[in-house]
């Protein structure tokens, strides 16, 4: 069975998105974003969860040029 993340957040903070999700222990994820539906994702930020099952980042500067930005979070191996 493969671990999971869950988005459980994406909450505009100013000209800022924050994105919070859930994740296990000692995993490292990704999170990534792209700026069309079917474009293709990057890396924005990635991290090993040693502290808690949640996580968050603050995407600075994400709402400031009014172009929709999507979101996903990769487990990486």
């Known amino acids: 069975m493969r671990p999971f993340q ?3 957040s994406i909450a505009p903070e100013g000209a800022d998105v924050r994105v919070t ?9 990704a999170l990534q974003a792209t700026e069309s539906m079917d474009g293709e ?14 996580t968050n980042y603050l995407d600075v500067g994400a709402l400031a040029n009014g172009t929709a930005r999507y979101y996903r979070v990769r487990l990486v191996p």
């Open 21 to 29: 999700w859930r994740t296990g222990l000692w995993k490292t994820n």
């Open 41 to 54: 994702y990057r890396d924005i930020f990635t991290v090993t969860n040693a502290l808690s099952s949640v």
């Open 6 to 8: 869950l988005l459980t």
